[in-house]
């Protein structure tokens, strides 16, 4: 391992942790990816990304100074460790709130409820000041959802405000819907096992307001609509225009072009913080990685894709434009994506994404192939006495436009604004009955914002698993090399015009 003091508690060659499970596809056992990989390394990156964010207003947001300095910061450390990268630029729906929206009950009670602690506004909403009679719709979210169906709203008052709770669809769909019901105004409140107020995104820019409170706030106002009814002010100052963003892209020289594997993070953060853990983690891993990988050798048989994906906080733009615009015949070329997105959190817990949706929770299907990632991983962990946790594809990554494009995936993350159980606190430590990131989307996201004992186990999976796939990706794609050293070939072009961007959601 990376230190003496870890090497007794933590170390294990990658052979070791993949030949009970896959002696057909397990790489050499020297060099290892995974010892060469440091701690120490990757901290380095992220306390330059924390020193790049506090010199350009505190954040990396896309469409901000620090993101396009962030993009530089990527570039450069490629270029450095003699890759190629690619830089691709595209458009994208700038949000920006101007000011402190207002979310009050007028009637029967006048009660005025805190930003950020009882609501936020939701990302592209648009400006106005509605003051009007709040409506619930579905609030027993029967079929696919609150609001997620037209027929929810039927018999709807036009003018009133919606009240729908979270879940089952995409924001967008449920303020679509509401829209067409004529809704003056969307409050979309949080799921009853979430904590804390609805923080996400539209995805496109909307002309009403749209705030995300608490499920204790939601229900409450639930129930008095219910008993006599409620009247609600929602008042939002918001900006909406058209910035660029970027993905940083570059591949490995060696390995074959034709059975890529693409491992992604995102080089943004939202616009309240530096993202230090989210998703600097993922980056910073990710870089240090690439400046290591070609000392495997002839054991990176596959090109490895260093992706850093741009604008994943406005609602995974980057990846899903990169899907896009690339042809079906480069599509096909990839043979799998690893997604790392916050592996840090100081209350943590090792997160591996459920390929084959054995807990039954996934949003997304994941593709054939995306079982064996989750067991690499899960083989990876159990071969040194750590524990794991499945959790759903539900889209809230970048992996979801490759899964969605039927492409296998797979990844690990630490846990971002869900509460640590018990049992989990009892298995990893930490405390229970805390959010796993305390600090998600906010201005603590900083360089101190980590678990280093977790973050150490997370590189180590990372630069292992990814080890084992740049080796043979035989499990997930049944591609076994015929040669002992293929021949290199051209890696794909990325590049398309901006205008053909598709369309991106979130929940």
């Given at each position: ?185 969307v409050v979309i409140y949080q799921l009853p096992d979430q904590p804390g107020p609805v923080a996400g995104t539209l995805t496109k820019p909307y002309n009403l307001p749209v705030v995300g409170p608490t ?95 741009g604008a994943e906080e406005e609602g995974l733009l980057g990846s899903q434009h990169y899907v896009d615009v690339l042809p079906q015949a480069d599509r096909d070329k990839i043979a799998l994506m690893l ?169």
């Amino acid at each position: 391992m990376r230190r003496a003091a870890l090497a007794t508690l933590l170390g294990l060659s990658l052979a070791a942790s993949t030949l009970a499970a896959a002696p057909a596809q397990a790489a050499p056992s020297r060099p290892s990816l995974a010892s060469l990989v440091t701690l120490k390394n990757v901290r380095h990156h992220q306390l330059n990304l924390q020193k790049i964010a506090d010199a350009n207003g505190g954040n990396r947001a896309a469409g901000l100074p620090g993101n396009e300095i962030t993009l530089k910061y990527i570039a450069d450390q490629l270029k450095r460790a003699g890759y190629t990268p690619t830089v691709q630029r595209f458009e994208f729906d700038y949000w920006q709130e101007r000011s402190a929206p207002t979310f009050a009950e007028t009637a029967p009670q006048q009660k005025t409820f805190q930003p950020d602690s009882d609501f936020q506004t939701l990302q592209y909403s648009g400006s106005g000041d509605v003051t009007a009679a709040a409506t619930p719709v579905d609030p027993s979210a029967t079929g696919a959802g609150s609001g997620c169906e037209a027929a929810d709203f039927a018999g709807f008052p036009k003018g009133h405000i919606a009240l729908i709770q979270r879940g089952g669809c995409f924001f967008s769909v449920k303020t679509d819907n509401a829209i067409a019901a004529g809704a003056a105004a969307v409050v979309i409140y949080q799921l009853p096992d979430q904590p804390g107020p609805v923080a996400g995104t539209l995805t496109k820019p909307y002309n009403l307001p749209v705030v995300g409170p608490t499920n204790a706030v939601g229900k409450a106002l639930v129930q008095q609509a219910q008993n006599g009814g409620v009247t609600l002010r929602v008042k939002t100052d918001t900006l909406n225009q058209k910035r660029t963003a970027a993905n940083v892209l570059a591949d490995t020289k060696r390995g074959r072009a034709d059975n890529v594997v693409v491992v992604g993070a995102h080089n943004d953060s939202v616009a309240e913080g530096p993202g230090i853990n989210d998703d600097g983690s993922g980056t910073a891993t990710l870089l240090e990685m690439a400046k290591q990988i070609d000392k495997l050798g002839p054991a990176l048989r596959n090109k490895v894709r260093f992706a850093f994906w741009g604008a994943e906080e406005e609602g995974l733009l980057g990846s899903q434009h990169y899907v896009d615009v690339l042809p079906q015949a480069d599509r096909d070329k990839i043979a799998l994506m690893l997604d790392f997105d916050m592996l840090a959190s100081p209350n943590y817990v090792n997160f591996v994404y459920d390929g084959d949706n054995s807990e039954g929770k996934n949003n997304v299907p994941g593709p054939v192939g995306s079982g064996a990632i989750e067991k690499a991983f899960n083989d990876h962990f159990a071969s040194r006495k750590l524990p794991t946790d499945p959790t759903a594809f539900d889209g809230r990554s970048d992996y979801n436009a490759f899964i969605s494009a039927g492409i296998p995936a797979g990844g690990i993350a630490t846990g971002a604004e869900g509460i640590k159980t018990a049992e989990q606190a009892k298995r990893y430590g930490g405390t229970a009955g805390v959010a796993y990131d305390p600090c998600y989307h906010q201005a603590c996201d900083r360089y101190d914002n980590v678990n280093l004992k977790g973050f150490d186990q997370m590189i180590d999976a990372t630069a292992a698993v990814t080890q084992l796939f740049a080796y043979s990706t035989l499990t997930v794609n049944g591609n076994e090399l015929a040669r002992k050293n293929a021949p290199d070939r051209p890696a794909p072009s990325y590049k398309r015009p901006l205008e053909q961007i598709g369309s991106y959601k979130t929940r």
